[in-house]
């Protein structure tokens, strides 16, 4: 398989990955080439697969440049960077990384709640400045009981549901129709489960219809004891309109894994100190990052030995 060309599209940090398939294919990191278009030109008929992630896929300039591209196969569960409907029209397999990485995501977004509800970022940062030999942090808010509403009732979504259980919160969700096989209060709308919850998270895929889901209308309906948690995509949310709810004080809070314009995050957030932001890391574990990348790996050796795929999208 060594003659194999794999085209990386993302500037990966996982040794790990990078490790694995230089082992076994002719392995080129696109974000390192400072002349992409020559280096096309001079290499597109080897390249059978492209890996990419969250960050950067395969839309459809780079497919329609790589006219022997059969696989991609993405070190992640979301596909939104990758243009589906071309990888159909053209026969191309997709492959992301379900199911390793549902923990971590959902561990991080109770993370997130408890975070931003009982401000352990700030009061750390009180600790550590000294301030706390002045006197005692002011009082939180409590996590245990808040209702929680999310988005999207996948396996992430409901991976975060059975957690929140745990602390005592009543679940409800939206989805674009009702699930016959869960308990939870469903609300055909966004802004009705905004205005129904205390906590709204956001779980779904990034699409057309779910771009902006978390917008103006949705942000008042939560209102400034509300709290909203964004594990999914930046876009899910119109960032400019959440940063003025933030700063005029008529959203109680937010904790965001994830920004529009990864990695610029909006500066009005970091004087906030009813905000967590984490820097994409919803599956950044050792143990998982491992995981998706034998995934990434498997999937790709199934591809080219003629054996089914291991996570199959398309
Ligand atoms: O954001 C991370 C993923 O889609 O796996």
Redesign the pocket.
Same mark, same amino acid.
């Given at each position: 398989m060594e003659s194999i060309g794999v085209l990386m599209t993302c500037p990966l940090h996982d040794p790990y990955l990078v490790e694995q398939l230089e082992k076994r294919f002719t392995l080129f990191k696109f974000h390192s080439i400072p002349d992409k278009a020559h280096f096309l030109n001079s290499n597109k008929a080897s390249i059978r697969a492209v890996v990419g992630s969250?960050s950067a896929g395969a839309d459809a300039k780079l497919i329609h440049q790589l006219p022997n591209l059969e696989i991609v196969s993405s070190f #992640?569960? !979301?596909l939104d960077k990758i243009d589906l409907a071309k990888c159909r029209e053209r026969g191309i397999r997709v492959t992301n990384?379900p199911d390793v990485?549902t923990d971590d995501v959902a561990d991080l977004a109770i993370g997130l709640m408890l975070a931003v509800l009982r401000r352990l970022c700030q009061s750390d940062r009180y600790v550590r400045s000294g301030q706390w030999k002045r006197g005692e942090y002011k009082l939180t808010t409590k996590f245990t009981g808040k209702s929680v509403g999310i988005i999207g009732l996948g396996r992430i979504g409901l991976a975060i549901a059975k957690r929140a259980e745990a602390f005592s919160c009543p679940i409800s969700y939206h989805t674009r129709a009702e699930k016959s096989d869960v308990k939870y209060k469903y609300y055909p709308s966004v802004v009705e489960l905004a205005a129904n919850c205390q906590i709204l998270v956001v779980a779904c895929a990034l699409t057309e219809e779910t771009r902006h889901i978390i917008n103006r209308e949705v942000i008042n309906a939560l209102g400034p004891k509300g709290v909203l948690i964004n594990i999914g995509r930046g876009p899910h949310v119109d960032e400019p309109e959440l940063v003025s709810a933030l700063v005029e004080g008529r959203l109680g809070g937010a904790g965001l894994d994830v920004f529009q314009d990864e990695p610029n995050v909006p500066e009005e957030l970091f004087g906030l100190e009813n905000v967590v932001l984490l820097p994409?890391v !919803? #599956?950044g574990t050792m143990e998982t990052r491992k995981e998706m990348a034998d995934l990434v790996v498997g999937n790709l050796e199934a591809h080219f030995l003629n054996k089914p795929l291991l996570t199959p999208v398309l």
């Open positions: 969250a #992640s569960v !979301g990384t990485l994409h !919803g #599956s």
